[in-house]
């Protein structure tokens, strides 16, 4: 009986307060960003849309997006190539040192942020490049590219050999068997693991800092003027942003959902 | 027959070492690239360790030297932030796990069978990753500072000493870290929940078992994946953050990464920040491989 209990209505009541807990900071940054700020967005003052009006009202808040959003697709197109070519590999291949790529994958995820950050520095000033937008890219890719590496291995795994199999057998080149047999299939994969690197890079703060020199981007224009107030544009932009992933999230599972019925029919 | 095995043989060897050279086409350059980009950097880290400064030299100048009382200075002066970066780390993951399992729970078994719920539930887990983790950050700190709604309904009823506060402690610390990586507990953990055979807990359940020891020797092992991954997702970011205590805490709360940061860009000491950093990654590494081995989970890499 005590467990029926439990279950019942103990568990959903605890996930509904992490979902309190998880959730209360995006309720806050989204309700002060129609806050009548002014200057410091600390204090309610009244509701306004003047702030979703004029998003770039705060030039640095505009600037340092354009500069995220630039990075991080670079960065996700350069980890995203690289990644999908060793996942590949990795999977569909025997070579020696094997368990070296490995560790050498793995390592850069088990390393806390600021050492790579740290050691990235120290490599830029030893080698007495300025750091700035073009460091950034370089260390988001290093960061992303073991990230993209699990994603797509994963779906590598999972497809079967035989339909390649069945391409050669129909006569299909290698090549062509590779870009109109496999790479479709593994399409869903890619797609994930470039989404994982965006998101990675856009809101990657530590190693950015390192690397970053005068260069903005936006979270570290929001932790630089934490000390001297938050403009409420930057409460526009992270509730932006939020929307529009939401909406991708939600309409993918929508396609997802009636590709699943459509199948199922 | 004799001839044919041996062509056969041949071939197959000439194919054998075509495919592995496409392998390497395809690792070298992703490869080539963490060499340059993490092994390089990472090996200057370690010399830097180990340069000394320069008396009386400009700001930031350093000279090859093997000085390996870098290593100890750095050790006996920041023991407590090292401390505080593994302790704090430490009871982050704890109470992520503590709160993301039975999250996580709720999502894969709960909900298997309204799978639209799960799929919204699954959403609110990831929609954190949404909004910059500064931004939301700050906004704890907004939220439980000093004239707060939060601090003052807590007074009021006396839950909260009048003098007490909320930010710039430990706890606001530690309640950071493990807001900031819970959903890199669930996720992890909700994969191989939703993985788990619920015939095999109703056999535990068919053989007598209490539900507590059917979790215990039934679902506990089953996902012990997601408890690893996730917690190493929680814990090596955590070790070496120094966001939440920057913005949450004060002086009394600072972590390895606050000291890495500010020997870096306040001080420009690099040998100290060097060696802090080796110190950081060699322990975090420790950890890491002597918790995979104990919990029997190495294919995990």
């Known amino acids: ?167 050669a057998d129909l006569y299909a080149s290698p090549r062509a068997a590779f870009w109109r047999v496999t790479f479709p299939l593994l399409l869903p994969g890619i797609a994930a693991a470039a989404l994982l690197a965006f998101s990675l890079s856009f809101d990657d703060f530590i190693i950015t800092n390192f690397n970053s020199g005068n260069t903005d981007t936006f979270p570290k224009f929001v932790y630089v003027s934490a000390t001297r107030g938050i403009p409420a544009q930057a409460n526009v932009m992270g509730s932006a942003m939020f929307l529009i992933a939401l909406i991708i999230v939600v309409t993918g599972q929508v396609l997802a959902a009636r590709r699943r019925r459509a199948a199922a029919t | 027959m004799t001839a044919a095995l041996v062509v056969g043989h041949g071939t197959e060897v000439a194919g054998a070492r075509r495919r592995s050279r496409t392998a390497w086409l395809l690792l070298a350059p992703g490869l080539l690239y963490l060499f340059v980009f993490f092994v390089a950097p990472v090996a200057v880290l370690l010399l830097t360790s180990l340069f000394e400064r320069v008396p009386g030299g400009p700001v930031g100048a350093t000279r090859p030297a093997f000085a390996v009382s870098n290593y100890v200075d750095a050790v006996v002066t920041y023991a407590p932030q090292f401390g505080r970066s593994f302790l704090y780390a430490f009871i982050a993951t704890v109470l992520a796990l503590a709160i993301g399992y039975p999250l996580a729970y709720v999502i894969g078994v709960r909900c298997r069978t309204r799978p639209l719920l799960q799929g919204v539930l699954l959403v609110l887990v990831i929609a954190p990753f949404f909004t910059s983790f500064i931004l939301r950050t700050i ?79 039934v679902t506990l092992p089953l996902t012990m994946p997601g408890i690893v991954s996730g917690s190493l997702l929680t814990f090596i970011p955590a070790a070496g953050d120094y966001v939440n205590s920057a913005l949450l805490g004060n002086a009394g709360t600072s972590m390895v990464g606050n000291v890495i940061d500010s020997r870096f860009f306040r001080v420009v000491d690099y040998p100290t920040a060097a060696a802090l950093s080796v110190i950081l990654m060699a322990a975090v590494l420790l950890l890491v491989a002597w918790y995979v081995r104990r919990s029997g989970t190495e294919d995990l890499l």
């Not at chain 1, 979902?19 to 200057?39: E, M, Q, V």
């Open chain 1, 1 to 167: 009986m005590k467990r029926l209990s439990f279950g019942r209505y103990l568990l959903p009541v605890y996930a509904a307060l992490a979902f309190l807990y998880l959730l209360t900071p995006i309720a806050y940054t989204f309700a002060f960003s129609f806050n009548d700020a002014g200057r410091s967005n600390l204090v309610w003052r009244g509701f306004t849309f003047t702030n979703w009006q004029n998003p770039c009202g705060a030039p640095a808040v505009c600037e340092s997006v354009v500069n995220s959003l630039q990075i991080g697709v670079l960065a996700t197109v350069i980890s995203t190539v690289l990644g999908t070519m060793i996942a590949i590999a990795l999977v569909r291949y025997r070579f020696r040192l094997r368990a070296g790529a490995n560790l050498l994958l793995f390592l850069p995820m088990a390393t806390p942020e600021v050492v790579l950050g740290a050691a990235l520095l120290a490599q830029f000033l030893n080698l007495r490049v300025n750091p700035g937008f073009a460091t950034i890219v370089i260390a988001h890719v290093m960061f992303c590219i073991s990230f993209v590496v699990v994603t797509v291995k994963a779906r590598v795994a999972s497809l079967d050999p035989r339909l390649e199999e069945a391409a």
């Open chain 2, 139 to 217: 906004a704890w700190k907004q939220i439980l500072a000093d004239d707060s709604v939060v601090v003052s309904v807590l007074k009021t009823v006396s839950l909260l000493p009048d003098d007490a506060r909320l930010t710039a402690t430990p706890v606001a610390v530690v309640a950071g870290l493990t807001y900031n990586f819970l959903p890199f507990m669930t996720l992890p953990v909700y994969a191989s929940l939703e993985r788990l055979d619920l015939r095999l807990v109703e056999a535990g359940g068919d053989l007598y078992a209490t539900p507590i020891s059917t979790f215990r020797h």
